[in-house]
């Protein structure tokens, strides 16, 4: 899942909120020309993680890489927490599995939006579960079969499904890469169809009309310290949590105003908090995607081929 230098943050990052909902509300516009900007912001923020003692001995180029993959991946999973605050603070149905509901809503949103930026978010949240499933079994990590969330390799297969399903043409390579089965690919614009149209049946009632104001999201950074200062001053620099917010807000109608919060927990998460209503993402999850990336994402995707399955009678 190789890509280059991506789209400036600032200008898509709105775009991502109106994504899911194309087909019940207008999309924001991209400003057509933000190369430069864009540049110096990625040169910035790879600078900042080269500080992190892990990482010196990355090359500029493979920081540069670094800073696309964590930023990509911790955009998909503030996407999918925002899914659990929707759900929850819209009343919305789920059937299945919540975690895998949010899965859909980030990929489905990400998908919509069909620029280069939003379509490498999704090959690095791919790529991010593969990567979990092989440091995994390299350190030999037990495979929680009861969890809520699917397996690393199902929820990597999930997205690019979700993506071939889109397009079949346009991220055939991607199929191929991921060593994805012909004859899944087959049933993938089953899933992403599904998944589309029941996101937009759902949240077309939750649509804020233009002359309706809308509630306040906050934003909050907390403190951090040592390793975690520099992912925290990366996050602020790049607005990632107040993109998201301003638009989230501007979109839907939502019966409360709610916080997203980037804080240290002690240990790498994110989860949306219905008590409190906020949405914490934790330092400490950016600084494993980056610590994952260093260790497993410079060298060549390895994908585990998959065994045949047999053909079996539905329950």
């Given at each position: 899942?190789?890509h280059?230098?991506?789209p400036?943050y600032r200008?898509?990052?709105?775009?991502l909120c109106?994504?899911?909902?194309?087909?019940?509300?207008p999309?924001?516009?991209?400003?057509?020309?933000?190369g430069?900007?864009?540049?110096?912001?990625?040169?910035?923020?790879?600078?900042?993680l080269?500080?992190h003692?892990?990482?010196?001995?990355?090359?500029?180029?493979d920081?540069e890489k670094?800073?696309?993959?964590?930023?990509?991946n911790m955009?998909?999973?503030?996407?999918?927490?925002?899914?659990?605050?929707?759900?929850?603070?819209m009343?919305?149905?789920?059937l299945?599995?919540?975690?895998d509901?949010?899965?859909?809503?980030a990929?489905?949103g990400?998908i919509r939006?069909?620029?280069?930026f939003?379509?490498?978010?999704l090959?690095?949240?791919a790529?991010?579960?593969f990567?979990s499933d092989?440091?995994d079994?390299?350190?030999?990590?037990m495979?929680?079969?009861?969890?809520?969330?699917?397996l690393d390799?199902?929820?990597?297969y999930?997205?690019v499904?979700?993506?071939?399903g889109?397009?079949?043409?346009k991220?055939?390579?991607?199929?191929?890469?991921?060593k994805?089965?012909?004859?899944?690919?087959?049933?993938c614009?089953?899933?992403?169809?599904?998944?589309?149209?029941?996101?937009?049946?759902?949240?077309?009632p939750?649509?804020?009309?233009?002359?309706?104001?809308?509630?306040k999201?906050?934003?909050?950074?907390g403190?951090a310290?040592?390793?975690?200062?520099?992912?925290a001053?990366?996050?602020?620099?790049?607005?990632?949590?107040?993109?998201?917010?301003?638009?989230t807000?501007?979109?839907?109608?939502?019966?409360?105003?709610?916080t997203l919060?980037?804080?240290?927990?002690?240990?790498p998460n994110?989860?949306?908090?219905?008590?409190?209503?906020?949405?914490?993402v934790?330092?400490?999850?950016?600084?494993?995607?980056?610590?994952?990336?260093?260790e497993?994402?410079?060298?060549?995707?390895?994908?585990?081929?998959?065994?045949a399955?047999?053909?079996?009678k539905?329950?």
């Amino acid at each position: 899942m190789s890509h280059g230098h991506l789209p400036s943050y600032r200008y898509l990052l709105p775009a991502l909120c109106a994504g899911l909902w194309l087909a019940v509300a207008p999309a924001f516009a991209q400003p057509a020309s933000e190369g430069d900007l864009f540049q110096a912001r990625i040169k910035e923020a790879a600078t900042k993680l080269g500080k992190h003692s892990t990482l010196k001995r990355l090359s500029a180029s493979d920081r540069e890489k670094l800073t696309d993959f964590v930023v990509g991946n911790m955009l998909f999973v503030t996407l999918h927490e925002l899914a659990h605050a929707t759900i929850g603070e819209m009343g919305l149905p789920v059937l299945g599995r919540p975690e895998d509901a949010a899965d859909s809503f980030a990929a489905v949103g990400l998908i919509r939006i069909g620029s280069t930026f939003t379509e490498h978010v999704l090959a690095d949240a791919a790529k991010g579960w593969f990567l979990s499933d092989r440091r995994d079994r390299e350190t030999d990590d037990m495979v929680a079969f009861y969890d809520e969330h699917g397996l690393d390799q199902q929820r990597a297969y999930q997205i690019v499904c979700f993506m071939v399903g889109s397009d079949d043409e346009k991220f055939k390579d991607l199929a191929t890469e991921t060593k994805l089965p012909k004859a899944r690919q087959d049933t993938c614009a089953g899933d992403y169809s599904n998944a589309a149209f029941s996101w937009d049946l759902v949240l077309k009632p939750h649509v804020r009309p233009a002359d309706q104001e809308p509630v306040k999201i906050d934003v909050v950074y907390g403190d951090a310290k040592g390793d975690l200062a520099i992912v925290a001053d990366m996050m602020r620099s790049i607005g990632l949590l107040e993109s998201i917010a301003q638009h989230t807000a501007e979109a839907f109608v939502w019966p409360k105003p709610f916080t997203l919060e980037a804080q240290s927990c002690g240990y790498p998460n994110a989860r949306w908090d219905f008590q409190a209503h906020k949405l914490l993402v934790c330092y400490e999850l950016a600084a494993d995607f980056a610590d994952l990336y260093r260790e497993y994402g410079t060298t060549p995707m390895q994908v585990r081929a998959l065994p045949a399955k047999k053909k079996r009678k539905t329950r």
